[in-house]
Each structure stands twice: as structure tokens, then as C-alpha cells.
């Protein structure tokens, strides 16, 4: 049996003290300065969009703007190549499908893999898992063959569709959640009389809205940042999203660094505002996933 504090000398528990608050300011200022890494680009994008053009490339590098070009968001906006307005509605409605898609489809097969119990559910898992593996490039040209043939080159069917069939990823993810809930809840359920649709939708969802609030955070940032897909598969600039349509600010010969980066901060608020108000339910459904299983 441990000893009691009081059978310690005063100064071995004044030293346990000291190494405990020596440690904890020593993880504060490594997480303080990786912070700072990661905040570093973006106080620079917010800088250089409201620099003057000739102090955008200046050395020594100027932080602050002298006088600051709050004028450049509203020609970022107003520019007649990139229109805001409609680049928006197109990638929310990417978006916005596409996460829909994602956690109905993801958490349906995850719940197939966590709480049935079938011939093969395990050889399927695996390569469920095993489709993780090979890389994108891989799969694009075969895709973009397929999606040719069918008449879906150039509509956001490629982009949005495929959300519906699940992602194994985040299959992965709500599998390893749906573990965590004791199968005496389900058992009970099946008791009453619920189906297994009506487990999952009346017993299994409510229990799991971190991570469900997980999978369309990540969904969602991933589709509102997306290049490359619409990139190859949307030809008609009417329907670029956000994320391609900043490329109308690079020319052949010049780059409007200035109203670039004020339209990509435009772009990158309502991000950093939904991630503020939903990290609790973030971190919570990633710290709980994965417990058991």
C-alpha cells in the first residue's frame, strides 16, 4: 500500500510539486508554439489582404499594413471573373449534399459492421478497410471514364453522388463508436418489439451525435475546400465552386496577390466560425471514438 502525504518529507512533496507545475508550463509553451505555427499562414493572409501592392513583397517583411486596403474585399468580391454570389451557392450545395450523403450512407454500413451479426460482415470490413489503401490518382482516371460514358461530365453528379455509397473512412470512424454502446441497449430494444431500423434511428443515432457531428464536420470542410474534383469534372464556369473560382485572381503574366488573399479569407470564415462553435462536439466524438473494438 502507497504511504500517506503526511509520511513524505515537506520537501520531497514541495519537489513533486515543483517537477508537476515545471512539466505542465513546459507542455503549455510546446502547444503555444505549435498553435503559432499553425496561426502563422493565416495572420499572413489576413495581412497581405489588406496590404498595398508594394508592400506585399517588401523586405524586411511588413506584418502590419500601413494604411491598411480594406477596399481590397470589396474588389475581391466585385470582381467580374469571380463571382462570389454564385460560387457560394454552388459550394454549399456541394457541400451540404455531399455531407448529407456521407453521414446517412457511412453510418447505415458502420451499424451493418458494428451491430449485426451476418456470414462474411468481417471478410467485408476488411475490405472495406483495405479500399483506404490506394490512392486517389489511382482511382481518378477510371472514374472520370465511368462518370464520361454515363453523361455525368460536367453536372455534380460525380462529386455528389458517390457520398451516398459510403465512405470507408468514416465507416471506420462510427463503427469504432457504435462499439462503445452496450449491446444490452439493443437487446432490450429487440424486446419491446423495434426492428433493427428502429434500434438504429430510435436507440443507436441519439447516442452518437458527437461522432455523427464528427463525420459531417470533416465531411463538410473537405467539400468546401475541394480543388481537384470539381476541377475535373465540372467544365462550365458556371458551376465552380468557391475553391476553383479563387483561381480567377491568377493571370498568365501577374497575380492579384492582394485581392487573392482578401477573397480567401472571405472563403475561410465561415470555416474557422464552424469549427468554433462545434469543436466541443468535435473533440468529443474524436476522444470517444475508438474506445473499444
Known sequence: MPAPASAYPANILHSKRWLTRLNQTAVFFVLAAAALAFLVPLLWMISTSLKPKDQIFA?????????????????????????????????????????????????????????????????????????????????????????????????????????????????????????????????????????????????????????????????????????LGPLIFLNDGRKYTLAVGLAAFRGQYRTQWDLMMAASTVVTAPIVVIFFFAQRRFIQGITLTGMKG
Open 59 to 227: 523586405y524586411p517583411l511588413i506584418w502590419i499594413p500601413d494604411p491598411p486596403q480594406w477596399a481590397n474585399y470589396g474588389k475581391a468580391l466585385n470582381n467580374p471573373s469571380f463571382r462570389f454570389l454564385l460560387f457560394l451557392q454552388n459550394s454549399l450545395y456541394y457541400a451540404v449534399l455531399s455531407t448529407i450523403g456521407v453521414v446517412a450512407s457511412s453510418a447505415l454500413v458502420a451499424y451493418a459492421f458494428a451491430r449485426l451479426r451476418w456470414w462474411g460482415r468481417d471478410a467485408w470490413f476488411l475490405i472495406t478497410l483495405a479500399t483506404m489503401m490506394i490512392p486517389y490518382p489511382v482511382t481518378l482516371i477510371p472514374q472520370f471514364l465511368i462518370f464520361k460514358q454515363i453523361g455525368w461530365v460536367g453536372t455534380f453528379n460525380p462529386l455528389i453522388v458517390p457520398n451516398f455509397l459510403g465512405v470507408p473512412f468514416f465507416i471506420f470512424l462510427l463503427r469504432q463508436f457504435f462499439l462503445t454502446i452496450p449491446m444490452d441497449l439493443s437487446d432490450a430494444a429487440r424486446i419491446d418489439g423495434a426492428s433493427d431500423w428502429g434500434i438504429f434511428w430510435r436507440v443507436i443515432l441519439p447516442l452518437t451525435k458527437p461522432a455523427l457531428i464528427t463525420v459531417a464536420l470533416f465531411t463538410f470542410l473537405y467539400c468546401w475546400n475541394d480543388f
